[in-house]
């Protein structure tokens, strides 16, 4: 085990590597998965339905009746019909194609605005937010663009993700104003005007999506530029698209996020994988494949791990504002009037990491989702679920269904090596989460009393609901090992990890319960607004 300043644990994984036979081939993906990618290439897919069809909640869940998700080996770059969003084993939970940087020539002031918005600009003057003229801008210059006539799926995407950046500038730009006099966040603009509002609304209904910011259809995952297009998606090569402080720390903040992501290609086809080979009681091959989601969640976590040096937690709070939600936020008391869309106020979560799809993959494929506890943080978690591109959440719920029907943790626990496999990954779910609550407590509770984090949880009690539950099912698991079977070096291993989920577990309590004290009944069960 190897800890880095922050007590995290940044990996190990020689141990796991015993696990596996030597003689077990490392692409059975291969063999698996030649049946969709056939049925892809030859354009099947199209010819069978249309593509709304095909992404349809109902053929979806043909799909997992029959044990099978549609995923594309390629990212069908070109194809500007799909989704941009679509789960595939070369992108992943990114999109298909780069995001759109710029949008046609017909959205110009649209683009301008965008580019005069942020606090402080590429050429070091200070943008419309810094002098909070952004709202009498988009009054005055904003055209009404009708954009009922465009399909790209990626301008659909680009504009999607720009309406939301403009309307939570436009709604918080008092906020973050206020905040930074007075460290009170006062009360946001309770209406966001048509030239926004309808707009956003029309794209949102042609990508499924809530009118407001989301964090893959916008602020993260939609963000980013290759600055060589020919290279891969890693954080040197990327730069953002949009921003609302212009800081390096926001930088910093997007595109670790991004980078990370950049490896769930991997991540889902080990999930895949895992179901597969439980599927067919195959010993061999679900190690290997434990093995390798083990590695790739290595991975993911050691990218995170870069956000410390990457992002200046003293920062953080600097942009924040701009990614608050609407929906149980005090500055929102009524939610917001959308003009020419809605006479009744409308709620929104705000932009929030807990709409990634990486770890709800993992708690669904291990099972952990049915063991969080029956209370409403939990029912707070299952509403982020909503707040994702549609083709995620059909994954998402495919996986979850499928994990269940296979068994992936029983099948596991029946055998010591597997089950240590399967810890290995509960630990690396453990990992992040810990490192996320490390976050939290840096970038944010260190350095403000607000009690409600930018998703519309409870800031002290809701990342510990999911932290504590897989601390303790890992113990319940590391219970059902028969340390006899297992070899020298992953007896020791297996006990590290147990002892140290037992320890954190402890500490995490006791921490809780602290900052309970200091937050006050705000951060109560029953004030939780799912
Ligand atoms: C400075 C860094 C970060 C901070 C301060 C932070 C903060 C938070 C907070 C406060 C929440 C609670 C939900 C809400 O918004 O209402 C949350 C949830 C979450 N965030 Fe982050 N986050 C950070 C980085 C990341 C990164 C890099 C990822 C990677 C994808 C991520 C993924 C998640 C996930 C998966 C959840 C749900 C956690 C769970 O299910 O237990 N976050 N984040």
Redesign the pocket.
């Known amino acids: 085990m190897r800890l880095n300043a922050q007590g995290t644990d940044v990996g190990s994984r020689a141990w796991v590597l015993s696990c596996i036979p030597s003689s077990a081939p490392n692409s059975l993906y291969d063999i698996c998965f030649v049946a969709v990618r056939s049925l892809v290439e030859q354009g099947g897919f199209r010819q069978r339905s249309t593509i709304t069809g095909a992404f349809a909640p109902s053929t979806t869940r043909q799909w997992a009746k029959t044990h099978d998700f549609q995923i594309f080996e390629s990212a069908m770059e070109h194809d500007v019909e799909l989704p941009s969003f679509t789960v595939g084993y070369k992108n992943g939970f990114l999109p298909r194609q780069d995001p759109l940087a710029r949008l046609p020539d017909r959205f110009f002031t649209l683009e301008y605005l965008l580019k005069q918005m942020p606090i402080n600009l590429p050429d070091g003057n200070k943008g419309l937010l810094a002098r909070g003229e952004l709202g009498d801008a988009v009054k005055k210059n904003l055209p009404f663009y009708d954009v009922s006539d465009v399909t790209d799926q990626r301008l659909l995407s680009a504009l999607f993700r720009d309406y939301t950046f403009l309307a939570s500038a436009y709604l918080l730009e008092p906020c973050d104003i206020m905040y930074r006099e007075k460290k009170n966040y006062g009360l946001g603009r309770q209406v966001l005007p048509k030239n926004i509002a309808v707009p956003l609304k029309t794209v949102a209904d042609k990508i499924g999506a809530n009118p407001f910011m989301e964090y893959a259809l916008s602020y993260s995952l939609y963000n980013y530029q290759r600055i060589d297009p020919s290279k891969p998606i890693t954080y040197p090569n990327l730069n953002l698209v949009r921003s609302f402080a212009g800081s390096q720390s926001e930088h910093g ?1 997007i595109l ?2 991004v980078a ?2 950049a490896n769930s290609g991997n991540l889902v086809r080990w999930t895949m994988e895992t179901m597969n080979s439980a599927a067919q009681q195959d010993r061999n091959r679900f190690n290997v494949a434990l093995k390798h989601l083990n590695d790739t969640m290595e991975t993911i976590n050691q990218e ?1 791990e870069n ?1 410390w040096e990457r ?1 200046n ?1 003293e920062d ?1 709070l600097k942009f924040r504002t701009f990614i608050m939600g609407s929906k149980n936020q005090p500055m929102f008391p009524n939610g917001v009037i959308y003009e020419g869309v809605s006479d009744k106020p409308l709620y929104y979560r ?1 932009e ?3 709409n ?1 799809s ?3 993959c993992m708690d669904n494929l291990l099972q952990i989702t049915a063991q969080m506890p029956n209370n409403p943080l939990t029912e707070v ?1 299952k509403d ?1 679920r909503n707040y994702r591109p549609t083709n995620h959440k059909q994954f998402l719920e495919y996986v979850q269904k499928r994990a269940e029907d296979v068994n992936v943790r029983g099948f596991a626990v029946q055998d010591a090596n597997s089950t240590a496999l399967y810890l290995a990954n509960m630990d690396q779910i453990r990992a992040f ?1 810990h490192r ?1 609550w490390n ?2 407590k840096e ?2 509770i260190k350095h403000t009393s607000h009690p409600v ?5 409870p ?1 002290i009690t ?2 510990p609901n ?2 504590s539950t897989v601390l303790h099912q890992m113990a319940k698991v590391g219970q059902t090992i028969n340390y006899a079977e297992l070899s020298l070096e992953n007896r020791i291993l297996v006990g590290e990890i147990v002892n140290r989920a037992s320890i954190q577990e402890r500490v995490l309590k006791r921490e809780v319960s602290i900052l309970k004290d200091r937050f006050g009944e705000s951060q109560d069960n029953n004030r939780v607004v799912v």
Do not use: K
Request: charged letters at 5%; proline letters at 3%.
């Open positions: 903040f670790v996020h990370m992501v995170m956000m992002s937690h953080y705000g929030s990491g807990a990634d990486m770890i709800p978690l982020f989460r996320h976050f939290t970038y944010i984090a930018t998703g519309g949880s800031i809701w990342l999911q932290l």
